[in-house]
């Protein structure tokens, strides 16, 4: 038979390394082209046009660039583009929400304890949220607004904060933070695929056609990608911030995110600073370490309310099909010291990774991740400190695959 959990749980691994790799290669080339920008040197003499230049050892050999402020006179006959680290971590991150969010909507999207939406419901606002936003994102920039970049850049704080916001209202705290990364990564592609590499296009245009490029393409394009280079942070941290509880499955995760936008820029500004020649303000890091120090307060303070989450009663009801009950002994005895309201375990003062397997629905809502965590893999109890037997594994093996199926379950 072919396990569908495993698969799945394969699939996701191949194409989270294939979306770590065409994101290193994005982010990669964007540091280094605002370093290599904001390092230009303009020595006495340049050619025509050229607006400053960098020379650069790596590898064992020199290199010596220049760029030209808007464009060379003629084409080159060989032109590299940059565009396909952008569009393939897009394409690879939208597909692994499909994996992971939409695929398992019941478990990672829908926060059925708050917002019982229907999983198709859930994913058109999911996949609708990105393509709205992006159109609110791209109309504040062309509006009158987009003429002072400061003024931009904080409404676009603002809008992100509501955003993020309204994802932890809609969503679990698990996917609205994620979500957040996606709108957020949306409006960086975007800004590549329908701002920046089309203006390209349009100036390579005007060279073979003989005529001088408008510089006021250069400007936009150039706009649009200090605004990339602002949220890259934020993004890396809101996509790994999903296997993080603390962050994800407290109160004020909407909260803590949006600071991180802010701790974005602060480190941002201190490398640009330092590449650009303009000294190192020191500053910004205590900035950050103070934003920092406020996201883990905010952390650790209370929920207002009870916010555990339910499943539907149906999944409930299955899931807590035959060998339920052996499974739930076998979690008592092996698992609930670490994994409980009260963790007894020495050097816990609650529950490891907020996971909870103390109550049936409890353990019917992390079925899916005790099924792989604790039967088909070795991985819980950490280090086998509870001493789990081969035959419990293979008991709660049995009772997944028997009941997951029915649940609806991925
Ligand atoms: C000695 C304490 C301890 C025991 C016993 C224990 N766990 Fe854990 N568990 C942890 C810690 C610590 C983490 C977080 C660190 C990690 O993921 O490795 C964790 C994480 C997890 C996660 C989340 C993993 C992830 O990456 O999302 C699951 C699921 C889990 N445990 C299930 C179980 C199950 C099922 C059992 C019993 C069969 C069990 N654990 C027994 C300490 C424990």
Redesign the pocket.
Known sequence: MVDTVLLLEWAELALRWLHVITAVAWIGSSFYFIALDLGLRRPGTLPDGVAGEQWQVHGGGFYHLQKYSVAPAALPERLIWFKWESYSTWLSGFALLILVYYVGAEFYLIDHARRPLSPTFAIIISSGSLGVGWLVYDRLCRSALGRHDTALMVTLFVLLTAAGWAYTELFTGRAALLHLGALTATFMSANVFLVIIPKQKIVVRELKAGRAPDPALGKQAKQRSTHNNYLTLPVIFLMLSNHYPLVFATPYNWLMASLVFLMGVAIRHFFNSIHAGRGRPWWTWLVTASLFALIIKLSSLPPAADADGKLPSTAVRHLQADGFEDVQIT?LM??V???GDHAA?PGLNSA??S?K?DTPERIAA?AR??YL??GVSQ????GN??Y?TAAERAGIVTWYRAAAPAAGAP
């Open positions: 979690l092996r698992c010291m670490c994994h375990w490891a990774h996971v397997l992390q991740a005790v965590h604790a991985a819980m109890p950490p400190r509870t789990m």
